[in-house]
């Protein structure tokens, strides 16, 4: 709470001294804040493209969130059943298949940031210690880019951003880039419902 008033105070001070257009850097930062300060959850179809060595992979997810740590991502695949991995706590399991054959996952795998997830994004977003807030547009019709150092030593997990519709305030794409500044994943939101009424029986492990 306290790197979350020193933010707001230096946006207010940039916003007085120089300006920030049409959207005010803090009341930007207020709205984003006051959207997803009380995430209960959230449910979204995404297409992720990965990078690397000179190739791109794309995928389509969707996936599921209940706060405080329960989250579920399902692989949508055309051939070969789905695969869904369930995350509740410090217990996990992935779901292989058309057999739907479970697989425990072990305690290194269940607390392993998951960079695909917009919960992941917040929680890095507000403990990191260099964040931006930066607008395009207005209110009306424009866009906020939110981003932040991971401060992992995964070199391809180096920063992350996430563009969010300045008007719904709903997520449009998520980056995450490695050491060189290159995307390394890409999360586009194809629809997103946040704090939706999810069972808790899905997150059963």
């Not at 695969?83 to 410090?90: D, Y």
């Not at 300045?166 to 994943?185: A, R």
């Amino acid at each position: 709470m306290q790197k979350i008033q020193k933010i707001s105070l230096v946006l207010m001070i940039i916003c007085l001294f120089t300006g920030c257009g049409k959207m005010k850097g803090y009341n930007v930062y207020e709205k984003v804040y006051s959207t997803y300060k009380n995430m209960e959850s959230y449910s979204a179809e995404v297409e992720v493209t990965s990078y690397s060595n000179n190739s791109e992979n794309k995928y389509s997810l969707i996936q599921q969130y209940k706060a405080p740590d329960k989250q579920r991502c399902e692989y949508v695949a055309e051939v070969g059943g789905s695969n869904i991995t369930v995350i509740n706590g410090n217990a996990g399991k992935l779901i292989s298949g058309d057999t739907m054959a479970e697989i425990g996952l072990d305690e290194a795998a269940v607390k392993e940031k998951n960079y695909l997830m917009l919960n992941t994004f917040f929680e890095i977003y507000y403990s990191s210690e260099e964040t931006a807030v930066k607008t395009n547009g207005n209110d009306n019709s424009g866009t906020i880019r939110l981003s932040a150092q991971t401060g992992s030593s995964n070199p391809y997990r180096n920063k992350i951003e996430l563009l969010v519709d300045s008007q719904t305030m709903k997520p449009l794409k998520m980056t995450v880039y490695d050491d060189k500044n290159k995307p390394s994943l890409c999360v586009e939101y194809i629809s997103f419902e946040l704090n939706k009424s999810i069972d808790d029986e899905i997150f059963s492990v």
